[in-house]
């Protein structure tokens, strides 16, 4: 256990080390703290091997020379003892749950290096460019209310919701969960805000509604998922702390679990066909997809299976663990109802991600480059494309293996907790620069913490918000937002992603 803790540290590295990255087994000791050199050594290296590598042939950022990425003062002498605030619990029925109040309100980092964000990040500008000259006003947000689940109030660094409607299971709980955590992670560093959240499937605030000389703003409404015609605002899902209705873990902990088990099994060693479980009642594209399906008569090179929710739930979830399912050279993925969260599990794996063209995206989904990190399935296209796919891998074993490596890495590297935290904070900066009103807690609006959500729940509810608990401030600087694409720049990413596509049309796949 101590030997998998050391790794996984390692591996992951020590921009997670103030995310907490806990519970990995079920002792639970703190982990050792990490000198300022060390940690300054590390992250150089890590910024240097890893992520500005396979940047600089992707992304440029004008106005930011590789230089200017990492700034560090101080570095020198006694790591500083570090506060650690656990889940504090009254454990009486007749005490009631209060919120402690010794939580620090600012938080100065010994240490300062800014590392550039992701390329990703620069979406942001792109989901808030709708309200850019004009701001938004408390009557544009209000306009929501009657469809968003609920209002988050943001006041001297304490979270206030006003819940309208029950979303689907818990997920508006768990994104709550995640701005409290954001909130410990970098106190004094969220600004007053009101915003509205919508946590179910599809997009809500549609482009063509809002066009047209007499057209009004449109409303801006926080949402899990956007597509190439709606103005929702996007913001991580739910799942990154865990999805306890179908068992699944934190996103710390999934990745995790699916690294070391994708270890034990080469890529070359790996069944040479496409794997696919999931639900495909869910949506048409999901059930086209189960006419890929091998039969007697035409191998399409697919392997597909229907994941039983029910039945899971009953067995225990012994069939649908997220990091059994890397034995395949190559994994399909397909969108649900809208986006799907499956999207990082299969892409974690480092099998090759086979990704039927989506037509809806996550937040960090739209950073990703065809070819780079997975390869393209044309959605009317499918069968034939899969079977293409997988013949072409098998006799370029080399080629495809790595495609599947990058997309894995991307997510170890981009989408490690920190940056999570990272795109909620500029995203909700960049979002108050753009608000026209004082922030106002509502009559009627609760105040949450971690207590209040946490205490009253067990199972694997209480054990993920366990484990994305953040027990102490941030001891690095949130990276630094890279600036807005030019148009041109915006054009030219697009268009190299649509020219992989027509590069498989020429491939007569
Ligand atoms: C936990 O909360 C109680 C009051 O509810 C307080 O007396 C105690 O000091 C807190 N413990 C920690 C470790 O913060
Ligand atoms: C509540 O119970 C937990 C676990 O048994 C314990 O660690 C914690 O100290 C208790 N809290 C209080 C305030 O007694
Ligand atoms: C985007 O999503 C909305 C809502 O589901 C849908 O009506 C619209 O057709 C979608 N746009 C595209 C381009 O698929
Ligand atoms: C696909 O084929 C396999 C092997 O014949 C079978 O076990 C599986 O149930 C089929 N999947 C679907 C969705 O029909
Ligand atoms: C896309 O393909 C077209 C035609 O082949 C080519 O002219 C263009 O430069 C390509 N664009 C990018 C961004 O690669």
């Known amino acids: 256990m101590e030997d998998e803790e050391e790794r996984f540290r390692r591996k992951i590295g020590p921009g997670s080390h103030e995310v907490r990255l806990h519970s990995l087994s079920s002792t639970r000791r703190p982990l050792k703290s990490w000198t300022p050199a060390a940690v300054f050594a590390s992250f150089v290296v890590i910024v240097l091997c890893g992520s500005v590598v396979s940047w600089l042939d992707i992304f440029v950022f004008p106005g930011i020379s590789s230089r200017q990425m990492i700034t560090a003062k101080g570095g020198q002498g006694e790591p500083p003892q570090k506060m650690e605030f656990p889940l504090n619990c009254t454990n009486s029925s007749t005490v009631p749950q209060t919120c402690p109040k010794n939580y620090p309100t600012k938080h100065e980092p010994e240490e300062s290096y800014a590392v550039v964000c992701p390329e990703y990040f620069r979406w942001i500008h792109e989901d808030l460019r709708p309200w850019k000259s004009m701001g938004i006003t408390r009557e544009m947000m209000e306009r929501t209310k009657n469809i968003a689940h609920f209002r988050l109030v943001i006041k001297n660094g304490k979270a206030y919701i006003e819940h309208y409607k029950r979303p689907f299971q818990t997920r508006d709980l768990g994104t709550i969960w995640g701005i409290l955590q954001l909130l410990r992670l970098y106190p004094g560093k969220v600004p007053d805000l009101e915003l509205m959240f919508y946590c179910n499937d599809r997009p809500m605030i549609m482009k063509n509604h809002y066009q047209g000389p007499n057209a009004g703003s449109p409303p801006p409404l926080f949402h899990y998922c956007g597509n190439e015609t709606s103005l929702d605002i996007l ?241 690095s600087l949130p990276c630094a937002l890279p600036p807005p694409y030019d148009p041109r720049e915006l054009q030219g990413f697009m268009e190299r992603k649509r020219n992989y596509t027509r590069l498989l049309e020429e491939l007569g796949g």
Not at 405 to 418: P, Y
Not at 433 to 447: N, Q, R, S
Request: charged share 25%.
């Open 235 to 475: 913001f991580p899902d739910w799942s990154f702390w865990g999805w306890h209705e179908v068992n699944i873990r934190t996103w710390t902990n999934t990745y995790q679990a699916i690294k070391e088990k994708a270890k034990e099994m080469e890529w070359k060693d790996r069944i040479p066909y496409a794997y696919w479980k999931g639900n495909p009642g869910v949506s048409a594209n999901r059930q086209g997809l189960m006419t890929c399906n091998a039969t007697e008569e035409h191998d399409w090179n697919a392997r597909l299976y229907v994941q039983n929710w029910a039945a899971e739930s009953r067995e225990g979830f012994k069939e649908s663990r997220l990091e059994d399912q890397c034995i395949h050279r190559y994994k399909i993925f397909v969108e649900g109802k809208a986006w799907s969260v499956s999207d990082k599990y299969i892409l974690a794996c480092d099998s090759t991600t086979l990704l039927i063209e989506p037509v809806y995206h996550d937040f960090f989904l739209r950073g990703m480059l065809p070819m780079e990190h997975y390869w393209p399935v044309r959605l009317n296209n499918k069968c034939r494309d899969i079977k293409f796919a997988v013949e072409w891998g098998n006799n370029h074993i080399k080629e495809a293996q790595a495609i599947g490596e990058r997309g894995s890495r991307f997510l170890g590297e981009n989408l490690k907790m920190k940056y999570v935290y990272d795109y909620m904070l500029h995203l909700l900066v960049e979002y108050v620069k753009l608000l026209k009103f004082t922030p106002e807690v509502p009559v009627g609006a609760t105040e949450y913490c971690a207590e209040a959500m946490a205490c009253p729940v067990g199972g694997l509810f209480r054990a993920n918000m366990e484990d994305s608990m953040v027990k102490s401030p941030s001891e």
